[in-house]
């Protein structure tokens, strides 16, 4: 099955700095996400990174504070911008693999605001 | 949207028993439920998962069943062992997009 490598794996950051998150998947995708998961909580979506356009953001969350990008297939980046400690968080890459439609995860990036 | 309840949120089971986790959905056009298992620190792992279109899945120890009409769906355990122990999420919706539940705690004692 496919694999996503994501990076940084962790990071603690300053209030008021962005810091943006790489996602690569060894394989094509048919759709890719970012998700976000608060200590001891669920999953929740944040958008769907759409190639070569603008992503799809679901509700609570907005373009100027979690921009995307996906310049290609197996690519995507999420910065956050403008941190705050409610930021702190794991942010996890997903994607839908092409053969089996199954929906994966990458290893994640735990982001601590101080 | 979507809306996906979780139940029980934390489960203890005795090693060797089996053990039940049901998710309810609210959407009707939802079409694959999967389950993943997540380890403390680690990333969510798909570990089975059903299409609207069957009514039941089976791999090992594990099996899904889903009954469309009622809009649930239930994960069962089977032959419990210590390294079961990890949360377990539930998710419904198509087209790549889902909603997760909260999630159950399960613990297998030795």
């Known amino acids: 099955s496919a694999v996503i490598s994501q990076k940084p794996s962790r990071d603690i950051c300053q209030r008021g700095t962005s810091l943006t998150i790489q996602c690569q998947v060894d394989?094509?995708?048919?759709?890719m996400f970012w998700y976000r998961q608060q200590p001891g909580q669920s999953l929740t979506l944040i958008a769907t990174a759409n190639q070569g356009s603008e992503a799809t953001y679901e509700s609570g969350f907005v373009i100027d504070k979690f921009p995307i990008s996906r310049p290609n297939l197996t690519f995507s980046t999420l910065t956050v911008s403008n941190m705050s400690p409610e930021d702190s968080s794991i942010y996890l890459c997903?994607?839908?693999?092409?053969?089996?439609?199954?929906?994966?995860f990458g290893e994640g990036s735990r982001l601590t605001v101080l | 949207g979507e809306n996906v309840e979780q139940h029980p949120s934390t489960l203890s089971v005795q090693e060797g028993d089996s053990a039940v986790i049901k998710c309810t959905y609210s959407d009707s056009a939802s079409n694959y439920f999967p389950w993943y298992k997540q380890e403390l620190g680690k990333r969510p792992q798909l570990i089975i998962d059903?299409?609207?279109?069957?009514g039941e899945k089976k791999d090992q120890r594990i099996a899904v069943t889903l009954n469309k009409t009622a809009k649930h769906f239930s994960l069962h355990i089977t032959e419990t062992q210590p390294e079961d122990s990890a949360v377990y999420f539930c998710?419904?919706?198509?087209?790549?997009?889902?909603?997760f539940g909260d999630g159950t705690t399960l613990t297998v004692k030795p």
């Open positions: 998710a419904a919706g198509g087209a790549g997009k889902s909603t």
């Open positions: 997903s994607g839908v693999e092409a053969n089996t439609g199954e929906l994966f």
């Open positions: 394989s094509q995708v048919t759709m």
């Open positions: 059903i299409r609207s279109n069957v």
